[in-house]
């Protein structure tokens, strides 16, 4: 009786072992801690002029301020707002910690009649890519996780491990506006970074796997394309007809000066 217990316990345990290193090993989804901070830097184009006139860049400070729950799921709290001061735009982002699902999302804004916020109406059930609409915050995101589209494993330089051309997921978005629903659809795709990127994976090269992701809402003509990369916190690039934003490399720490004597003091 104890040798099947015995035998029960370790195909049980096993078992277990397995599945997790199957979830482990389903895909890719950025992992932060609380005090994690990084820059983006966003080049908006000014839709009013013609041509292609980009306005000066602006730097977003995203930073995680904790971990909370949310309809019982453990959530990062994010942070993203300005390093200019005086643009009073901001966001904060509750996303799940398992595969940074939106829970909540906090707009905040400038008016007339002084700082205002305005919630998103999200699904916590209905997983689905965030778009970063009608804000200057550029906190879009993808449905997580990133998979290769090939068993294999990344080459060196990252491109050689997709052999099928990826199929598009489609993701229906209610919408609530004055009591009335309106649907509509985004769709994503997970593909071999082109080789025209391979300088901008270059500049944060890590061990991990790269990721190119394009977003699409066909409706409002909207296209997105993010480029990922493990071992960073966010998309090192993305890119769409109104912007330009960049993940910006840490910064390696100030060097103390030294004194005149050599000493440690």
């Known amino acids: 009786m104890r040798n099947k217990l015995r035998i029960f316990l370790l195909a049980a345990f ?3 072992m397995l599945a997790g290193t199957l979830y482990a090993n389903e895909g890719f989804v950025p992992k932060w801690n609380v005090g994690d901070r990084w ?4 080049s908006y184009r000014d839709m009013r002029s013609p041509g292609e006139v980009w306005m000066p860049p602006l730097q977003w400070v995203f930073k995680v301020r904790s971990i909370k729950q949310i309809a019982d799921q453990d959530c990062y709290v994010l942070h993203v707002y300005p390093k200019n001061s005086t643009l009073k735009v901001q966001a904060v982002l509750w996303l799940a910690v398992a595969d940074l699902r939106p829970l909540r999302v906090i707009d905040i804004y400038p008016t007339n009649e002084g700082v205002k916020s305005s ?3 999200i699904d916590p059930s209905d997983p689905q890519p965030l778009l970063a609409e009608d804000t200057l915050v550029p906190y879009d995101l993808p449905v997580f996780p ?10 060196a330089d990252g491109f050689a ?6 199929k598009e997921k489609k993701f229906a978005k209610v919408t609530k506006v004055g009591g009335l629903s309106f649907k509509r659809t985004i769709g994503q795709k997970n593909k071999a970074p082109e080789k025209q990127y391979a300088d901008t994976f270059a500049a944060y090269r890590s061990a991990g796997a790269s990721f190119q992701v394009e977003l699409a809402e066909p409706r409002s003509n909207t ?3 993010q480029l990922w990369q493990e071992g960073s916190p966010w998309a090192i690039s993305s890119e769409s007809v109104a912007r330009k934003i960049r993940l910006l490399p840490p910064t390696p720490p100030t060097p103390l000066p030294q004194t005149g004597n050599g ?3």
């Open 223 to 225: 296209s997105l394309i």
């Open 14 to 16: 096993t078992c277990l």
């Open 119 to 121: 919630e998103r109406d």
């Open 161 to 166: 491990a997709y052999r099928s051309e990826p």
């Open 39 to 42: 820059v983006l830097e966003a």
């Open 263 to 265: 000493g440690d003091e």
């Open 146 to 155: 990133l998979v290769r589209a090939s068993a294999s494993v990344q080459n």
